[in-house]
Nanobody, 126 residues
Framework: QVQLVESGGGLVQAGASLRLSCATL???????MAWFRQAPGKEREFVSG????????AYSDSVKGRFTISRDTARKMTTLQLTSLKPDDTAVYYC????????????????????WGQGTQVTVSS
C-alpha cells in the first residue's frame, strides 16, 4: 500500500515562488512520480513527471522553464519548485505515482497513475 501526502501550497502574488513536496509513505516506491493540477471547472492536467530510478524529467509546455521537479530517493520525497507564478497557475496540485508493474513511462494521462495524494491548493493573485 502506497500513500502520497502533499504539502507546501498557499496563496502568493504573481511572480512569486512556491515549493510543493510529496512524501511517499509505505514500504515501496513508485516507478514514476508526477504532478498534476486541476483548476475550477477544468480537467486535471499533467504538469511534470520524473522517473524514480534515473531522474528523467518531463514538463508540460505551460510550465517548462518555470517549474522544476526533483526527487530524493533516500527520503522518498518528490518536490516541485514553482517560480514566476502566474494567476493561470492557480489550481489544486496533486502528486501521483505509477506502480513499477506498469513500467517506467512518464505518462501525461491521469490513467497512467495508480496512486494519488489528497491535493494542495495553490492560489496566485494578480
Amino acid at each position: 500500500q502506497v500513500q502520497l501526502v502533499e504539502s507546501g501550497g498557499g496563496l502568493v502574488q504573481a511572480g512569486a515562488s512556491l515549493r510543493l513536496s510529496c512524501a511517499t509513505l509505505g514500504r515501496t516506491t513508485q516507478s514514476v512520480m508526477a504532478w498534476f493540477r486541476q483548476a475550477p471547472g477544468k480537467e486535471r492536467e499533467f504538469v511534470s513527471g520524473i522517473t524514480w530510478g534515473n531522474g528523467t524529467t518531463a514538463y508540460s509546455d505551460s510550465v517548462k522553464g518555470r517549474f522544476t521537479i526533483s526527487r530524493d530517493t533516500a527520503r522518498k520525497m518528490t518536490t516541485l519548485q514553482l517560480t514566476s507564478l502566474k494567476p493561470d497557475d492557480t489550481a489544486v496540485y496533486y502528486c501521483a505515482g505509477r506502480n513499477w508493474a506498469r513500467g517506467i513511462v512518464i505518462s501525461r494521462l491521469v490513467s497512467g497513475y495508480d496512486n494519488w495524494g489528497q491535493g494542495t491548493q495553490v492560489t496566485v493573485s494578480s
